[in-house]
């Protein structure tokens, strides 16, 4: 067997196992929006906020639980995980160079402590902001695209031409890029690192538009969806997050200064 016949193989066992944390497209009857709908417009409790919908990884892993909650007078989602990983995802139809700006607020009660997203048997992170982009997948090299080909066979869905995760790592510098050991179109980016702020809401922006022609070398597609997801199904630990409102922005103009006399 191949080079290529060998990673397809090995992640054939891993999504059987539900190891894969890699998103797919949206099927045809999803609302398609071109903005993300706030969770803040929901009342606390138990259903999924408007505009998402449940985004399972695999029947054989534990989901993680989604609730709107009351934090301090607004209403956000409380993820909470043992030994499990799912999501919540939003489809959207909306141009990265109109609006590159991807502004979130996340919080999380604890690392975990085992923790290591550049191994295989430890990519859990306790917070995720997932964001995925159309393309040609015509384009792409060989290898990806046999990958792709394998994952529609196995789910009976598409994988995204290329997904962007930001994370939250316990080591990895911030701003470092993490690549997918399977396919080279997915790529976690540190966007925050360490527990010095945990425990407390953290307030994220990040250029879309500028990380992914960073990580992939070309200009991105349109935004197909954005997803949260909180996992631990490869350390088997519990955690506690949190997310706030997520928006996407145009760049604010330079602001005119005038002389005066």
Same mark, same amino acid.
């Given at each position: 067997?191949?080079?290529?016949?060998?990673?397809?193989?090995?992640f054939a066992l891993?999504?059987?196992?539900?190891?894969?944390?890699?998103?797919?497209?949206?099927?045809?009857?999803?609302?398609?929006?071109?903005?993300?709908?706030?969770?803040?417009?929901?009342?606390?409790?138990?259903?999924?906020?408007?505009? !998402?919908?449940? !985004?399972?990884?695999?029947?054989?892993?534990?989901?993680?639980?989604?609730?709107?909650?009351?934090?301090?007078?607004?209403?956000?989602?409380?993820?909470?995980?043992?030994? %499990?990983?799912?999501?919540?995802?939003?489809?959207?139809?909306?141009? /990265?160079?109109?609006?590159?700006?991807?502004? #979130?607020?996340?919080?999380?009660?604890?690392?975990?402590?085992?923790?290591?997203?550049?191994?295989?048997?430890?990519?859990?992170?306790?917070?995720?902001?997932?964001? %995925?982009?159309?393309?040609?997948?015509?384009?792409?090299?060989?290898?990806?695209?046999?990958?792709?080909?394998?994952?529609?066979?196995?789910?009976?869905?598409?994988? /995204?031409?290329?997904?962007?995760?930001?994370? !939250?790592?316990?080591?990895?510098?911030?701003?470092?890029?993490?690549?997918?050991r399977h396919t080279?179109? *997915?790529?976690? *980016?540190?966007?925050?690192?360490?527990?010095?702020?945990?425990?407390? #809401?953290?307030?994220?922006?990040?250029?879309?538009?500028?990380?992914?022609?960073?990580?992939?070398?070309?200009?991105?597609?349109? *935004?197909?969806?954005?997803?949260?997801?909180?996992?631990?199904?490869?350390?088997?630990?519990?955690?506690h997050a949190y997310?706030?409102?997520?928006?996407?922005?145009?760049?604010?103009?330079?602001?005119?200064?005038?002389?005066?006399?």
């Open positions: 067997m191949g080079k290529t016949g060998r990673i397809i193989a090995a891993a999504l059987a196992a539900g190891c894969a944390s890699i998103p797919v497209e949206q099927p045809p009857e999803t609302l398609v929006l071109p903005y993300v709908k706030s969770f803040s417009d929901n009342p606390p409790g138990e259903g999924v906020p408007g505009g !998402w919908r449940p !985004w399972a990884l695999s029947r054989f892993k534990k989901p993680t639980q989604y609730r709107l909650v009351d934090d301090a007078g607004r209403i956000v989602v409380k993820a909470s995980a043992q030994a %499990s990983a799912s999501g919540l995802i939003h489809p959207l139809k909306l141009d /990265p160079r109109q609006y590159p700006l991807l502004q #979130w607020q996340w919080k999380t009660t604890a690392l975990i402590a085992t923790a290591d997203n550049t191994q295989k048997h430890t990519e859990d992170s306790p917070v995720r902001v997932v964001v %995925s982009f159309d393309g040609d997948i015509e384009r792409l090299a060989l290898d990806d695209r046999m990958f792709f080909d394998h994952i529609r066979l196995l789910t009976g869905q598409d994988l /995204p031409y290329a997904t962007l995760m930001y994370i !939250w790592e316990n080591r990895a510098p911030k701003d470092s890029v993490i690549p997918n080279s179109r *997915i790529r976690m *980016i540190v966007a925050e690192s360490g527990r010095d702020k945990v425990g407390h #809401w953290q307030e994220v922006t990040r250029n879309v538009y500028e990380d992914y022609k960073r990580v992939f070398g070309e200009e991105p597609g349109r *935004i197909t969806s954005i997803g949260i997801m909180t996992d631990t199904d490869n350390t088997g630990e519990n955690v997310y706030g409102d997520i928006l996407f922005r145009r760049i604010a103009p330079p602001r005119l200064t005038f002389a005066t006399d």
